[in-house]
C-alpha cells in the first residue's frame, strides 16, 4: 500500500485498506484494472498460503483477461489453437519428409529388375515406388488445399 491510497482490491471493493493487506503487494492502486478484471471474472479470495499467492494473482490475470477476449473458452481456446497449429505443422513436415525422400530414391540410380533379390527388403520398395510418390504428392495437395480453406475463414493457421 503506498501512503494513503488504497490498493486496488480494497478501492473497488470499497473497504479500508489496512497496512497488512494480502491484496496491496499484488493489486497496486496504480493498476486498478488488473483486480477488475480478476474480480469480474473469479471473485475474490485469500485462502493461498503466501509463497503461492505472487503465481496465483499470475494466473488469475492471465486468465481473467482470456476470459475478456473469448467469454467461452478463455485460455483453453488458445491452447487448443496452438496445439491445432503444432499438429498441421507436424503434418507439413511429415509430408516435406516424405517428399525428400522420394526425391532421394528418384535419384539412386535404378538397378535392373533381374538383379533384384525378393529377400531383399528394397525390393518392395523399388515394387511400390509410383504409389507411395502418388500419395505423397496428393497428401501435399490436400494439407494445402485445407490450410487454404481455413485462412478464407480467417483462421489463419499457417501463412
Not at 12 to 30: M, N, T
Not at 100 to 126: G, N, R, W
Given at each position: 500500500m ?11 471493493l470499497r473497504?479500508?485498506c489496512a ?14 484494472h488488473?483486480?477488475?478484471i480478476v474480480h ?8 493461498l ?7 496465483a494473482?499470475?494466473s488469475l ?7 475478456v477476449?473469448?467469454p467461452v ?6 491452447i487448443?489453437?496452438l496445439q491445432?497449429?503444432v499438429?498441421?505443422?507436424?503434418m ?6 516424405a517428399?525428400i525422400?522420394?526425391?532421394?530414391m528418384q ?6 529388375s533381374?538383379?533384384?533379390d ?9 515394387d ?9 504428392s496428393?497428401s ?5 488445399d485445407s ?7 480467417g483462421?489463419d493457421m499457417?501463412s
Amino acid at each position: 500500500m503506498g501512503g494513503n491510497s488504497p490498493c486496488a482490491s480494497c478501492k473497488l471493493l470499497r473497504r479500508r485498506c489496512a497496512k497488512d493487506c494480502i491484496f496491496s503487494p499484488y493489486f497496486p492502486s496504480d493498476d486498478p484494472h488488473k483486480f477488475a478484471i480478476v474480480h469480474k471474472v473469479f471473485g475474490a479470495s485469500n485462502d493461498l498460503p503466501v509463497h503461492q499467492r505472487a503465481d496465483a494473482v499470475s494466473s488469475l490475470v492471465y486468465e481473467a483477461n482470456a476470459r475478456v477476449r473469448d467469454p467461452v473458452y478463455g485460455c483453453v481456446g488458445a491452447i487448443s489453437y496452438l496445439q491445432n497449429q503444432v499438429s498441421q505443422l507436424q503434418m507439413q513436415l511429415a509430408v516435406a519428409q516424405a517428399e525428400i525422400l522420394c526425391v532421394q530414391m528418384q535419384q539412386e540410380p535404378a538397378m535392373p529388375s533381374t538383379q533384384l533379390d525378393p529377400d531383399d527388403k528394397s525390393y518392395f520398395l523399388h515394387d511400390n515406388l509410383p504409389q507411395y510418390l502418388n500419395f505423397a504428392s496428393s497428401s501435399s495437395n490436400v494439407i494445402h488445399d485445407s490450410l487454404k480453406r481455413e485462412s478464407i475463414f480467417g483462421h489463419d493457421m499457417v501463412s
